[in-house]
């Protein structure tokens, strides 16, 4: 009878789960995420598809035309039917330089968040589990950073690489070099989440079970208490992207990220900011637009996640 009733128990898959979750009964019950979602799914497609999905290639010098500069989109007088969103001030197709300008913000958000989780969660895991002069030392790091703004990392690492390999190799690695500039300048943003959950959690059961068990530090760290705290990397992962972001823009606006030769949205919005008064407001404000955008929504997604894993707003 025992076997018989123990066969008799399904055990429901991954995909019964998830669809029992409250994580998608949330997600369907917020018609904010879901537009959201739909949007930041159509902005990554047209990222990770824009050599097919652009009319031009704007590193092709060939398929540039500068007698063709500076024209209007194609609601405006005066425009080109083959230009839909108009051009720039090099003679570039603005639409296809905007969705490769956004493939290039995306990798260096994803990337530079990427290091930003390494370095955090790692320091993070050690500084809560192992305390003493490690947590202190750590932390102390944390705060040295946390004074250095990414504005300041920018400078300081431009200058160095562009004094010692010269200006043509910046502007050829500008994509690692701004996922280097920003991954170290905001990694202190994980650590001390993760330092937190920790704390609260090496306190608990299965951590001094662990212990008794003789496993290593490194193992407990990574393999029992890390999947316990990854809620919160979760929230403040879709936050850093969204300022990884905004800080490439930024240093592109200031010259100090991507080249105008190799577009993203920052150097995009830089390369039409001296067209604006001319009348040329297109290759600025419609690369702001999107950027805006971009941002807008991945925002809008970590609230909604930050709520739906925040166990006190739990409803049952």
């Known amino acids: 009878m025992r076997e018989n009733a123990m066969s008799d128990t399904i055990v429901p898959g991954r995909w019964a789960r998830f669809r029992d979750s409250y994580l998608l009964y949330s997600f369907k019950r917020d018609l904010v995420a879901q537009v959201s979602l739909v949007l930041f799914a159509m902005l990554i497609f047209a990222a990770v598809f824009a050599p097919w999905l652009a009319p031009a290639n704007p590193y092709d010098l060939a398929q540039i035309d500068i007698m063709a500069s500076e024209l209007p989109p194609f609601w405006i007088d005066g425009a080109d039917p083959q230009y839909l969103m108009g051009t720039d001030a090099q003679g570039r197709d603005l639409l296809s330089t905007i969705l490769y300008g956004l493939r290039v913000s995306l990798i260096i958000g994803f990337g530079a968040v990427l290091m930003q989780a390494a370095i955090g969660v790692s320091f993070g895991l050690m500084a809560g589990y192992l305390g003493g002069r490690v947590d202190a030392f750590l932390m102390r790091l944390a705060d040295i950073q946390l004074s250095f703004s990414t504005l300041m990392v920018a400078i300081i690492v431009g200058a160095l690489v562009k004094a010692i390999f010269g200006g043509a190799t910046f502007s050829e690695y500008a994509v690692p070099l701004l996922v280097l500039i920003i991954g170290l300048a905001e990694w202190p943003q994980y650590a001390r989440t993760v330092r937190a959950s920790v704390l609260a959690e090496r306190s608990k059961e299965y951590v001094d079970a662990a212990r008794v068990m003789g496993l290593k530090s490194r193992r407990i760290m990574f393999r029992h208490i890390l999947p316990n705290t990854l809620s919160p990397i979760f929230v403040i992962s879709t936050v850093q992207v969204a300022n990884a972001i905004i800080s490439e823009a930024a240093l592109s606006f200031l010259g100090l990220g991507m080249p105008e030769t190799h577009p993203s949205l920052g150097s995009l919005i830089k390369s039409g900011f001296d ?42």
């Open 275 to 316: 067209y604006i008064q001319s009348g040329s407001w297109w290759i600025t404000l419609i690369p702001g637009a999107v950027l805006v955008i971009l941002v807008l929504v991945i925002n809008l997604l970590g609230d909604w996640l930050r709520d739906v894993l925040n166990p006190r707003l739990y409803k049952g």
